[in-house]
């Protein structure tokens, strides 16, 4: 069974603040990562994907992968009460059209 | 460049019913993926066209169906209604080329309500 898992939250985070968010994975053959945000209402908006082990950077976003872990994150420096959504973490399976398999995302808030 | 169009975006139906939903792809985009999200289950995955075959299907009962048209738009069926099918349905679009992750792009969703 793969699987994505994502602490439901809420995380509540100061403004200007860094807000750490963290998924783990279950199949090692994954492929792609990605993170979505939700605002409540409205349908996941694509923020970035990481697809080799380390770091990448954003803007205000970095998603961070390890692979040998099976663990991806995603880091906003200097939040803003924009951020506050909740954010979905996908993963692509490798070696074959399978979709997305999403965790179930993380409820942030940021407090003014 | 237009995003992913969702027809309609709320719908009421009762048990027993069938349903069709819509999906239009970002232009140039030839892969359709569909996605049903509860506040219980989150996001689950239902089915991938491309170029107008099914290339994958998640666990869901047959009454779940699609298709997709060689513009590539795409519809998806769900036949003989119940209670749990009430849900926001979502279609998302993709490049699918060799230079692309496939990053998948949202529909605004269609609101399905079963009574």
């Known amino acids: 069974q793969k699987e994505v898992e994502q602490n439901s939250g809420p995380l509540s985070v100061p403004e200007g603040a860094i807000a750490s968010l963290n998924c783990t994975y279950s199949?090692?053959?994954?492929?792609?990562f990605f993170w979505y945000r939700q605002y409540s209402g409205k349908s996941p908006e694509l923020i970035m994907f990481?697809?080799s082990n380390g770091d990448k950077e954003d803007g205000r976003f970095t998603a961070q992968l390890n692979k040998a872990s099976q663990y991806v994150s995603l880091l906003i420096r200097d939040s803003q009460p924009s951020d506050s959504a909740t954010y979905l973490c996908a993963v692509k399976w490798g070696g074959g059209a399978d979709g997305l398999t999403f965790g179930k995302g993380t409820h942030l808030i940021i407090q003014p | 460049k237009a995003g992913v169009t969702q027809t309609p975006r709320y719908l009421i139906k009762t048990r027993g019913q069938q349903v069709t939903l819509s999906c239009s792809p970002i232009s140039g985009h030839r892969s359709v993926s569909w996605y049903q999200q509860t506040p219980g289950q989150g996001l689950q995955f239902l089915f991938e066209?491309?170029?107008?075959?099914?290339?994958n299907k998640g666990n869901f009962p047959g009454r779940f169906s699609g298709r997709q048209f060689s513009n590539s738009r795409s519809e998806m069926n769900v036949s003989t209604l119940e209670l749990g099918d009430s849900a926001l349905y979502l279609c998302?679009?993709?490049?699918?080329?060799?230079?692309?992750?496939?990053?998948?792009?949202f529909g605004p969703g269609t609101r399905l309500t079963v009574l």
């Open positions: 998302a679009s993709s490049a699918m080329t060799a230079s692309s992750y496939n990053e998948q792009f």
């Open positions: 990481i697809y």
């Open positions: 199949d090692r053959g994954s492929q792609s």
């Open positions: 066209y491309f170029s107008e075959t099914q290339r």
